[in-house]
């Protein structure tokens, strides 16, 4: 089961902000492991979109920004287009477990 | 560009077994640890397995510790994902995928399907 809590949904129209949250706990985000974020277009294997909570791979729009603080991570989406309805999980590692990486449990963005 | 290249899936009854490779090209492979990803139809995606660029390090998830085995040859630039005792749960889609622990995971293969059915 996913150990980070991301909202199932969230939508906007072209050209606005959303954001997605990620909570995780002390034994994962809160003890300053890093976030990742992956987007996944549909039919498609996931692809990595922000690193090391705030670092966005070469080729990955600047609409595009990470987050981190405490327990939580954030990705926002400025300017919306509509290729970016896609699904987005975020990703961590978690030291309770055995020695695993975690995932959120996924948001699906819709751009109105 | 690296690749990662998945085969063995399949349908597979339960009870029954079946083997994953991942071929992987342009990277020094044994410089880098890998993991199983995997996702059922509809969900979201589960970390299954993990093992160290030598091979001499691996974690399992809890559903699957026991039933699957991960390994490498490191002289073939091939992860395996030995699977047993397979059950309905175990059907998802599985991906190979470059990175581990808390590291990002940067490259992604583009999946098999295994289908656990009778």
Sequence with gaps: QSVLTQPPSVSGAPGQRVTISCTGSRSNIGANYDVHWYQQLPGTAPKLLIYGNTNRPSGVPDRFSGSKSGTSASLAITGLQAEDEADYYCQSYDNSLSGSGVFGTGTKVTVL | ?118
């Design chain 2, 1 to 118: 560009e690296v690749q990662l290249l998945e085969s063995g899936g399949g349908l597979v009854q339960p009870g029954g077994s079946l083997r994953l490779s991942c071929a992987a090209s342009r990277f020094t492979f044994s410089d880098y640890a890998m993991t199983w990803v995997r996702q059922a139809p509809g969900k979201g995606l589960e970390w299954v397995s993990d093992i160290s660029g030598s091979g001499g390090s691996t974690n399992y998830a809890d559903s699957v510790k026991g039933r699957f085995t991960i390994s490498r040859d490191n002289s073939r630039n091939t992860l395996y994902l030995q699977m047993n005792s397979l059950r309905a749960e175990d059907t998802a889609v599985y991906y190979c995928v470059r990175g581990w622990r808390s590291y990002p995971f940067d490259y992604w293969g583009q999946g098999t399907l295994v289908t656990v059915s009778s």
